[in-house]
């Protein structure tokens, strides 16, 4: 697999790896990891760290692995490891044979738990979990010693080894560091280093009663692997000195440097895991991969391109502080590579017949279309025209404003790649007045040029030819959420849109959609770019994700048309 990065313009991560590098830290190896814990799919934000992880290690010869954290059995699956490989293949990126597991340390860790025991760091504390909080103290007031901090050590390293003979019930008994109770960083104060947890783990089955904690096994987990650079969000700012002194205690000589960066904050959307697993099992939305999530299993089948959404992540950068990006750069991203690479097509979404009375009956033409205005290289189709063909309702009106350049009575206008066709009734249902159909005559020298008399048409509108069309479903999404800031409300479930999905059914698509490849995008002229979905699309039924409209508030195109 090719690998792909956007060298990005620099920023202070990227300072500090060729300040480390001029001084030959590391012998001058760059050694980055993605570290997703396997208890969800991965998000945007996640995208933002697969980025940057491996995008520094592609720019500087370096390797970056791809290690799941997952020291806790709680939630975490193979389904969860399955996507997580997938999407970060998907968004172009290779570890190699560098695939690890924080479960695949866990006898290590163990070795490292009884190490600091010995060494009088750690003590089995049986005071229990509400006990361990109540004693933590505060920002302002100091913690208090667990009564059990003086344990010796031969008492320590029996009830540790019994912990994980299973001899004790869960909550009995933790392992905890002895490191400061009175430290102003609460991180310090005594940690939990282990907990009793019968429950299997997806990984190590039932192997294991006792689990390492998350700051103990992600901090030794890089070391162990020889991370140079351990880049992570804001929040493990404290977790920093903690790291240290396990790493300097148990592998000294491979403590990684940690960096912290923002993390992503996009409008609209939600980015936690916890709220987008609320969001899937109280079925607001259809799993994961439904089209209007945050995931890139999502944004892969709403259609957009891996290519943009590396792009974006280059676009936003890194940055120290937190702050929230609007989403319409996401899409414009989205919307300029789809500009360049969708071959162009012709889908009717709500259609209205129009019958070109002076078109030979049984007629079909076919004509040549590009499927790039700009690009040639990408060929041409044949799209059948004959006299029954569809238009967009909305390219009609029976009393249009002066403005308007569509059909309507007395009116005329183009059809795309086609023929100037020109009103001339219209059929009305006698009992409810509704719009059946249009009459229309065209007028054939227009093919290739403009009328004989050299009137200008202004108007162009999209098409497809009745008998040849082919039928299909079509999606149209909006955001989720109908606050910009969803992330920041602990009831954002108030907020979601109703009208986020649209199923448009019964539209027309031209006939060479037949075939549309599930995934395979396209401009819908005039309708913005779509995505045969993945999963619904069947052999001579395409269903149609729309990826984006052509322009949102991002886009400063004027309306034509
Ligand atoms: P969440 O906050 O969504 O529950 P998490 O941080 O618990 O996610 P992990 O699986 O632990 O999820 O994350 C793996 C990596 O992705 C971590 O290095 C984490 O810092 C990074 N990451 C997670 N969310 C974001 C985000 N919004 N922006 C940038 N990086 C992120
Ligand atoms: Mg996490």
Known sequence: ???????????????????????????????????????????????????????????????????????????????????????????????????????????????????????????????????????????????KESPYRNRRVEENLDLFTRMRAGEFPDGAHTLRAKIDMASPNIVMRDPVLYRIKREPHYRTQTNWVIYPMYDFAHCLSDALEGITHSICTLEFENNRPLYDWFVERLIPGNRPRQIEFARLNLSYTVLSKRRLIELVRNKYVTGWDD??????????????????????????????????????LLEHCVREDL??????????LRPLKVIIDNYP?????????????????????KVP?????????DDFMEEPPKKYRRLGPGRE????????????????????????????????????????????????????????????????????????????????????????????????AEASLAGARPGSRYQFERQGYFCADEKDTKPGKPVFNRIVPLRNSWTKISEKD
Request: glycine letters at 8%.
């Open 339 to 348: 500009n360049e690479n969708a071959p162009r097509a012709m889908c009717v």
């Open 291 to 328: 089209p209007r999530m945050p995931t890139v299993a999502a944004m892969r089948r709403r259609g957009y391109p891996p290519e943009a959404i590396r792009q974006f992540c280059a676009q936003i950068g890194v940055a120290k502080k937190d702050n929230l990006i609007d989403i319409a």
């Open 361 to 381: 009956e049984r007629k079909v033409e076919q004509i040549e279309c590009a499927n790039h205005p700009l690009r040639p290289e990408l060929g041409f189709r």
């Open 385 to 393: 025209f004959s006299r029954e063909i569809y238009i967009e309702r």
């Open 1 to 143: 697999m090719t690998q792909q990065f956007i060298p990005g313009s620099s920023d202070f991560i990227r300072d500090i790896i060729d300040t480390d590098l001029k001084q030959n830290k590391n012998d001058g190896r760059v050694v980055t990891r993605f570290p997703p814990e396997p208890n969800g799919y991965i998000h945007i934000g996640h995208a933002k760290s697969v980025c940057l992880n491996f995008g520094i290690a592609l720019q500087y010869g370096g390797t970056c692995n791809l290690r799941f954290d997952d020291t806790d059995p709680a939630g975490e699956s193979m389904e969860y490891v399955q996507s997580i490989i997938r999407d970060v293949h998907w968004l172009g990126f290779d570890w190699g044979e560098r695939l690890f597991y924080a479960s695949g340390y866990f006898e290590e860790l163990y070795g490292f738990a009884v190490q600091l025991i010995k060494r009088g760091d750690a003590f089995v504390c049986s005071l229990s979990a509400e006990e361990v909080r109540e004693n933590r103290g505060t920002f302002t007031q100091p913690g």
């Open 413 to 508: 206008v183009r059809l795309r790649n086609a023929y100037v066709i020109k009103f001339e009734k219209m059929v009305k249902d006698e009992k409810s007045g509704k719009l059946i159909e249009l009459h229309c005559t065209y007028a054939p020298e227009t093919k290739d040029g403009p009328p004989a008399d050299g009137r200008k048409v202004p108007g162009v509108i999209h098409w497809v030819s009745a008998a040849e069309a082919v039928e299909t479903e079509v999606r149209l999404y909006e955001y989720l959420f109908n606050i910009a800031d969803p992330g920041a409300k602990e009831d954002f479930l108030n907020f979601l849109n109703q009208h986020s999905l649209e199923t448009v059914k019964g539209c027309y």
